[in-house]
Nanobody
Framework: QVQLVESGGGLVQAGGSLRLSCAAS????????MGWFRQAPGKEREFVAA????????FYADSVKGRFTISRDNAKNTVSLQMNSLKPEDTAFYYC??????????????????WGQGTQVTVSS
C-alpha cells in the first residue's frame, strides 16, 4: 500500500501561482511513477502531468504545458506540481496518484494503483 496526501491547494486570482505537494508513505516511493490529475464538477477526471520513477521523464497535458511543472524528490517521498499563469479553467479538485505499471499508459487514470484524497484549486477571474 501507498498512502498519498496532497496539500497546497487554495484560492488564487487568474495569472497567479500555486504549488501542490503530495507526500507518500508506505511502499518504496521510488518504485512508482507519479501523476497529477484533476476533476472539475460535472466533468471526468483528466490527466494533468506525470513523472517517471527516476524523474528522468515528464509528461504534460497540452492544456498545462509551459505553465505547470512536475517534480519529485525520492529522498523526501514527495512529488510537486508548480502551477503558474493559472486560468479559471484550471479550477478543479487535484489528485496525485501512484503508478506501478510502467509509463505506457501514464496518462490514463485506470493505470494508477493508489490515489490521494485530493486538494481543491480555485482560480478566480
Amino acid at each position: 500500500q501507498v498512502q498519498l496526501v496532497e496539500s497546497g491547494g487554495g484560492l488564487v486570482q487568474a495569472g497567479g501561482s500555486l504549488r501542490l505537494s503530495c507526500a507518500a508513505s508506505g511502499r518504496t516511493f521510488s518504485n512508482y511513477n507519479m501523476g497529477w490529475f484533476r476533476q472539475a464538477p460535472g466533468k471526468e477526471r483528466e490527466f494533468v502531468a506525470a513523472i517517471s520513477w527516476s524523474g528522468a521523464s515528464t509528461f504534460y497535458a497540452d492544456s498545462v504545458k509551459g505553465r505547470f511543472t512536475i517534480s519529485r524528490d525520492n529522498a523526501k517521498n514527495t512529488v510537486s506540481l508548480q502551477m503558474n499563469s493559472l486560468k479559471p479553467e484550471d479550477t478543479a479538485f487535484y489528485y496525485c496518484a501512484a503508478n506501478h505499471r510502467g509509463i505506457s499508459r501514464i496518462i490514463v487514470p485506470a493505470a494508477y494503483d493508489y490515489w490521494g484524497q485530493g486538494t481543491q484549486v480555485t482560480v478566480s477571474s
